[in-house]
């Protein structure tokens, strides 16, 4: 299974983008997903995450301004960005987690360049 992560590009301050992320093929068991960065130099860190049951956690940087969604059915999360900030900038991969397994599938990130 490969996870696809699309969406990502140029924007300038302010504006908006929507990341999506899709598996190959139907994954049994999904349980929570998320979405992460890493900006050049720094860790990679948690963006958002969405429980089975739609709970979601945000990072506090992006809190009202970013929201994830998920469609179960097509195997697919979604990341809406908005009023983007240059600090937004990184490269962003989404984490898909088996429920019971802990097994953890990554998509190979999709590039999100903010100018000022």
């Known amino acids: 299974v490969q996870l696809q992560a699309s969406g990502g590009g140029l924007v300038q301050a302010g504006g908006s983008l929507r990341l999506s992320c899709t598996a190959s093929?139907?994954?049994?068991?999904?349980?929570?997903l998320g979405w992460y960065r890493q900006a050049p130099g720094k860790q990679r860190e948690l963006v958002a995450s969405?429980?089975?049951?739609?709970?979601?956690i945000y990072n506090d940087s992006v809190k009202d301004r970013f929201t994830i969604s998920r469609n179960s059915a097509k195997n697919t999360l979604y990341l809406q960005m908005d009023s983007l900030k240059p600090e937004d900038t990184a490269v962003y991969y989404c984490k898909f987690t088996v429920a019971g397994s802990g097994y953890i599938y990554w998509g190979k990130g999709t590039l999100v360049t903010v100018s000022s």
């Open positions: 093929r139907h994954i049994g068991g999904i349980g929570a």
């Open positions: 969405i429980t089975a049951g739609g709970s979601t």
